[in-house]
T-cell receptor, first 116, second 112 residues
Framework: AQSVAQPEDQVKVAEGNPLTVKCTYS??????LFWYVQYPNRGLQFLLK??????LVKGSYGFEAEFNKSQTSFHLKKPSALVSDSALYFC??????????????FGPGTRLSVLP | DTGVSQDPRHKITKRGQNVTFRCDPI?????LYWYRQTLGQGPEFLTY????????KSRLLSDRFSAERPKGSFSTLEIQRTEQGDSAMYLC??????????FGPGTRLTVT
């Protein structure tokens, strides 16, 4: 079965500094990996995904993520954080060889706080 | 707005009552998913439709829960005899392929 770990419940960074939100995963086959952001009382907004190809994936709002197969990681990064980036971030994984539904698994989330 | 929409956004109900939520997916998407999210947790899969066929159901979906997608467009999620433990955000998502999902704003259910 797939699983996702986000080892930090909370990340705090100062505005203008680079940010990293960590994600590690476990799947039996090849992974499809995703990052979503959630603002208070809102649904999840898609940020970016890794399916195949270049290990560095660029997404919305200046975010990017690097797929590292040997470390089974997919960390989310941004060179310069904004206060408006403060939100809850979810990493998700799906085994590429399996159907959707139960095989699409979310991590527990990391709360990002960007301090002015 | 061509995104996924959900109605209502908030629902407060008394224990034992039935509630029904609606999801309207992005029009060209044939796949529709329901998730439940409790405070501080990631979304948990409930059920999945491809067109009008319900292809997967989670063990989380007890007999009190039922979902339909009668014409392969909008979907409804009904909870019968609500319990306080049903209080959560119910999220709907849709996709046109097997790769990415787009989420609606959610329906927050509070059972008193």
């Amino acid at each position: 079965a797939q699983s996702v770990a986000q080892p930090e419940d909370q990340v705090k960074v100062a505005e203008g500094n680079p940010l990293t939100v960590k994600c590690t995963y476990s799947v039996s086959g090849n992974p499809y990996l995703f990052w979503y952001v959630q603002y208070p009382n809102r649904g999840l907004q898609f940020l970016l995904k890794y399916i195949t190809g270049d290990n560095l994936v660029k997404g919305s709002y200046g975010f990017e993520a690097e797929f590292n197969k040997s470390q089974t990681s997919f960390h989310l990064k941004k060179p310069s954080a904004l206060v408006s980036d403060s939100a809850l971030y979810f990493c998700a994984v799906r085994d590429a060889g399996r159907n959707y539904g139960q095989n699409f698994v979310f991590g527990p989330g990391t709360r990002l706080s960007v301090l002015p | 707005d061509t995104g996924v929409s959900q109605d209502p956004r908030h629902k407060i109900t008394k224990r034992g009552q039935n509630v029904t939520f609606r999801c309207d997916p992005i029009s060209e998407h044939n796949r529709l998913y329901w998730y439940r999210q409790t405070l501080g947790q990631g979304p948990e899969f409930l059920t999945y439709f491809q067109n009008e066929a319900q292809l997967e159901k989670s063990r989380l979906l007890s007999d009190r829960f039922s979902a339909e997608r009668p014409k392969g467009s909008f979907s409804t999620l009904e909870i019968q005899r609500t319990e306080q433990g049903d209080s959560a955000m119910y999220l709907c998502a849709s996709s046109s392929d097997r790769i990415g999902q787009y989420f609606g704003p959610g329906t927050r259910l509070t059972v008193t």
